[in-house]
């Protein structure tokens, strides 16, 4: 058995695939968490609230109901946990058809930091009567796993660290009393790192390989809004447009023994990353002069996310994803208790558009539902503290994924992880407003 330089560079970007960003990014991990206030109301304010200047994220329009210049600044404590349970992962063994031996090892720990900060700043600055700017900076997706060595998984995945960092600048015009647009433009950066196992041409040598891969990239993305008001109910609808990245970087294969050694090294690779449109629909309604209700709905396009593309060592591999598209509902109410304490609450469903066939342990992900208290407390006339808390329970999922390495040459093995994932997560949020 051999392996040339030719077939080595035919099937090296099959070898890299198993670590590239896109299962990295199940919409399970959009960072719903964007400001203090909406995780205590369970997002049910998001689009329609319009009652602090993180409502720029979530429908520009709504700045026009924040008068003078407003700022909040704050972030959300994330902690999350999720175990893995090894339903019999397998790999095959090349030359050996039809044989397969178990890939055994541990659960992989906790994946997750302690805690995960989720940092966002928003600012708002009225004009005129009509007219309002804003800025905010957030970081609306990001993952970051680590599993412990010896990890039955871990030819799916061992590191996860996915960034990115959204600078959104807004504009909103009041047409008249009851209604208002707004829209703007997102500058958006995405850093990741992601590694993962490689296994060797047999099974009884003791150490894997290991594939890395880094990429980066900044580009443009859009939003818009409408929003009214009556006085006592408030409609919003918003629009974020999906914002294609073109992720390049290196990925470093290391670690390959006997006949795979050649496999060792560094290349340069590309692949795309198109994160997804989101529709916002949200409605409040004052009940009484203290207490308001509230839902709001948002619509994730996901499905636009089917398959994704690898380039290394100039041939371009491409895996079918098949997301599907995802949604999330809420449901909240707020109550004055004084003119200082605001206290809320609310309850949220958010369904995964992961598919069930694709699943991974690098986004161990399932339907999650919300519950989330908070309260903002007004220390005077010009600023405000929010705090918030949220539980998010996870559903349950299987994961059956073989992943094939080494495809085309003599080498060619399947490994099949399946597991069994659970977990859940905590939320802990405050921000300061200001407003002048």
Avoid: C
Wanted: proline share 6%; net charge neutral; hydrophobic share 40%.
């Amino acid at each position: 058995m051999s392996v040339n330089r030719r077939v080595l560079a035919s099937i090296l970007p099959a070898v890299g695939f198993m670590a590239m960003p896109a299962p990295a990014l199940a919409g399970g991990f959009y960072l719903q968490e964007q400001s203090p206030i909406e995780t205590g109301r369970a997002l049910s304010g998001a689009g329609a609230a319009a009652d602090d200047p993180s409502a720029i994220y979530f429908n520009p329009a709504a700045m026009t109901q924040l008068p003078g210049v407003q700022t909040s600044l704050g972030g959300i404590a994330l902690m999350a946990t999720a175990h893995q349970t090894n339903r019999g992962s397998n790999r095959t063994i090349p030359g050996v058809p039809g044989v397969t031996t178990p890939v055994a090892g541990n659960s992989g720990g906790n994946p997750f930091d302690k805690v995960i900060p989720v940092p966002s700043g928003y600012l708002t600055a009225q004009l005129t009567d009509r007219l309002w700017l804003g800025a905010g900076v957030n970081a609306p997706f990001g993952l970051k796993l680590n599993y412990d060595d010896g990890f039955f998984g871990r030819y799916d995945s061992l590191y996860t660290d996915l960034k990115t960092y959204n600078i959104q600048g807004s504009a909103a015009y009041r047409l008249n009393d009851h209604f208002s647009v707004g829209g703007g433009v997102d500058v958006q950066y995405v850093k990741v790192t992601l590694t993962n196992a490689l296994p060797q041409l047999s099974p009884l040598i003791a150490t894997d390989g290991l594939a890395r891969v880094k990429g980066d990239d900044w580009t443009l993305g859009w939003n818009a809004g409408l929003f009214y008001t009556d006085g006592a109910t408030n409609v919003g609808l918003s629009y974020r447009s999906g914002i294609n990245h073109h992720l390049t970087g290196t990925q470093t294969i290391s670690g390959l023994q006997s006949l795979l050694a050649p496999f060792n090294g560094t290349a340069d690779v590309a692949a795309p990353l198109n994160l997804p449109d989101i529709v916002t629909a949200g409605f409040m309604h004052r009940l009484t002069p203290q207490l308001r209700a509230l839902i709001s709905a948002r619509w994730y396009n996901w499905s636009a996310f089917k398959s994704i593309a690898i380039t290394a060592a100039g041939r371009t591999s491409v895996k079918e994803l098949d997301y599907r598209d995802s949604y999330s509902v809420s449901l909240g109410g707020e109550y004055d208790v004084s003119p200082a304490l605001t206290l809320r609450a609310g309850t949220m469903f958010d369904r995964t558009p992961t598919n069930p066939q694709h699943l991974t342990t690098r986004v161990p992900d399932g339907d999650r539902a919300w519950l989330s208290a908070g309260a903002t407390y007004r220390i005077s006339a010009n600023f405000a503290l929010n705090l918030s808390y949220a539980h998010n329970f996870v559903e349950k999922a299987n994961i059956i994924r073989p992943d094939a390495y080494y495809a085309g040459s003599p080498a060619a093995t399947t490994v099949t992880t399946l597991s069994q994932t659970s977990g859940n997560a905590d939320q802990i949020g405050a921000s300061v407003t200001a407003r002048f």
